[in-house]
Structure formats: structure tokens, C-alpha cells
């Protein structure tokens, strides 16, 4: 398995390891976990593959690409950002989202072409009230949210939020109507101990034993060690790993979700990286952090959904 995630073609930038999990003890259980994670699974044929146009995809829904803001920003680099959006040409076959910080939704929501969706950077675990500096779903759809990002690492490792309160904010949301971007990733000591199935799995779970459906769930697989380091998986670690959680979705919850929800890559995508990652199959988009705030460069990602047609 080692191999497969150090072979030529690994960028400079990655970090060199590879261990994903740690090693069978015996052998030929080893030779046969390997196997089934860098086997390609191909549920959906060539026929159920979206009529939009999108090839060479493993989720059957449209390639998506959601721009995280973060804590960043003014009113007036924000009103050039949209500015940039707005006359941007966009490729049609791509879903775009936007999350801006909470206090200026209002101004981009209100400026930003109806071609991109807004989402919230967070949401509350249930319906609002005496919950000081928090922000309930209900307040998001007020304003125009159509999707929230929950569980990224920032809330998990920063703020303390665990694995089942992420999942029932996911639930809640969702019965609440608004789509989710449900982030998953191991850190760097993590991978390093060869952890990281276990830990995106153990957080796959918590969202699948909450959430009522899958149908708005957009999955994000974030590697820690690569979200705002310059570091970012390769093409080849980023496809095992997306790989390996739909083998998952398929076994845990259903061959039809597995096939259905679009798995996205997010940890330092920008314009120079985002077409080579996108030619792997179960690569479905990204989710962008920094490259998002400057609007040529996120139009870039967005249109690097040719790249599938391409190499298909």
C-alpha cells in the first residue's frame, strides 16, 4: 500500500508518508485490505452518470465546488470579490457555493449572481435561542443559505466539536432543509500512525447515525496537515482516500447512497493543482479555502470540471 502513495508523480509539496493504515499482521491479510482499497469502485455505469455532461466521475450528481471564506474579509474586499464572481465566466456543469462570513452573508447574498448558492460556516445543534454568539439554521434560510459546512477541522480541533454533536447538527440541519458539506480528515500524527481510515470512518459514522438522508449531504474529505499549509495530497492519496469512503457509504449505509453523494477534496486546492486532482474519478470537486477569496483563481477550480471530461 506504501507504493501506491509514494509512487512518481507524488508532488513535492505532499509530506512524505503514506501510511493510511497500519500494516496487517499477516500477510495475506495485508495483500488483502490492500486490494480492496486501491481496487476502483465503479458503482455507477456510464449510463447513470449525470445527463449534464460530467464524465469520468464516481458520484452520480454534478461536480461541486464550495469556496470557505473563513474569518477573512471586509465589506470592501468583499464587494470586489463579488465583483470578480459576478463576471466570471463559470462552467454550467458545476454546482458553486460560497460561504462568507456570517455578518456580510447579507451584503453577498444580496450583490452575488444567482448562479452561486450560499452557504453558512456553521450552524446550532438545534432550534435558536438563549445560545450566545451562535447562529441557528433557522436564521440561515432567512437570510438565503442554501447549504452549512459542518464539521470541519477548524470547529473539531479548535473549537472541541466531537464526531456525534457534528452529527446531529448535520441532522438537524438537514430536517431543517438546508444541504450540508460534511467534513471529514485525519491530522498529520494521525496518518503518520497509519490512522487514517479509522479516523474518517469513525466520523463518517457519526454523520451516518444521525443524518435522516443522504440526498444533500456533500462529503468533504480535508486532510488537516494540508488545510492552509501549502501541502497537498497528491492526486494518487487524495483518490485512495476518496475511494475508500465510498467503499464505505456502500457497505454502512447503501450501494444508492455510495453512488449518489459526491465526495469533495479540500487542503490548499488552488488554481495550479485543482485540473490534475480533478481527473481522478471519486475526486466529485473541492472544497477551497484561500484560493476562494481571489475570484479569477476560484473561477479556475470551478472550470477545472473540463479536466474530467478530458480524461475521460
Not at 456580510?104 to 446550532?124: A, F, P
Not at 472544497?287 to 475521460?312: D, H, M, R
Request: glycine residues 10%.
Amino acid at each position: 500500500m506504501a507504493s501506491s502513495l509514494t509512487a512518481a508523480g507524488t508532488q513535492p509539496s505532499a509530506p512524505s508518508f503514506s501510511g493510511l493504515r497500519r500494516t496487517c499482521l499477516k500477510l495475506e491479510a495485508a495483500v488483502s485490505f490492500s486490494h480492496r482499497v486501491n481496487s476502483s469502485i465503479r458503482l455507477v455505469s456510464s449510463s447513470q452518470r449525470s445527463p449534464r455532461g460530467v464524465v469520468a466521475m464516481a458520484g452520480s450528481g454534478k461536480f461541486f465546488v464550495g469556496g470557505n471564506w473563513k474569518c477573512n474579509g471586509t465589506k470592501d474586499s468583499i464587494t470586489k470579490l463579488v465583483s470578480d464572481l459576478n463576471t466570471a465566466t463559470l462552467e454550467p456543469d458545476v454546482d458553486v457555493v460560497v460561504s462568507p462570513p456570517f455578518v456580510y452573508i447579507d451584503q453577498v447574498k444580496s450583490s452575488l449572481t444567482d448562479r452561486i448558492e450560499i452557504s453558512g460556516q456553521n450552524s446550532w445543534v438545534g432550534k435558536g435561542g438563549a445560545f450566545t454568539g451562535e447562529i441557528s439554521v433557522e436564521q440561515l434560510k432567512d437570510i438565503g443559505c442554501k447549504w452549512v459546512i459542518l464539521g470541519h477541522s477548524e470547529r473539531r480541533h479548535v473549537i472541541g466539536e466531537k464526531d456525534e454533536f457534528i452529527g446531529k447538527k448535520a441532522a438537524y440541519a438537514l430536517s431543517e432543509g438546508l444541504g450540508v458539506i460534511a467534513c471529514i480528515g485525519e491530522k498529520l500524527e494521525e496518518r503518520e500512525a497509519g490512522k487514517t481510515f479509522d479516523v474518517c470512518f469513525d466520523q463518517l459514522k457519526a454523520f451516518a447515525d444521525a443524518v435522516p438522508s443522504w440526498d444533500k449531504v456533500v462529503v468533504a474529505y480535508e486532510p488537516v496537515w494540508a488545510i492552509g499549509t501549502g501541502k497537498v495530497a497528491s492526486p494518487q492519496q487524495a483518490q485512495e482516500v476518496h475511494v475508500a469512503v465510498r467503499d464505505w457509504l456502500k457497505k454502512n449505509v447503501s450501494e444508492e447512497v455510495a453512488s449518489k453523494t459526491r465526495i469533495i477534496y479540500g487542503g490548499s486546492v488552488n488554481g495550479g493543482n485543482c485540473a490534475e486532482l480533478a481527473k481522478e474519478e471519486d475526486i466529485d470537486g473541492f472544497l477551497v479555502g484561500g484560493a476562494s477569496l481571489k475570484g479569477p483563481e476560484f473561477a479556475t477550480i470551478v472550470n477545472s470540471v473540463t479536466s474530467k471530461k478530458v480524461a475521460a
